[in-house]
């Protein structure tokens, strides 16, 4: 008998607005395990399926992060 284990692993933080959304990709990570093959710990990759921290920027060619502060 030949048994794999695959595990995904997510933290909760700034970018989850909800656990359902920490869930979400503790769920994505699981599958990247399975379809590398098993015995293996994966996390979601950045920025799946989840809204950007509260700073970064988006298509507007700024660098990510809080802003260069008051003027």
Known sequence: MRATVS?????LGPTHPNVSALLDDAQLASL???QAG???VRTPP???GRLQAPGSSVDDNQPAGPGPGPY
């Open 7 to 11: 595990v995904g692993a997510a933290t």
């Open 32 to 34: 990247l395990a399975r």
């Open 38 to 40: 098993g015995n293996c």
């Open 46 to 48: 950045v920025g799946a």
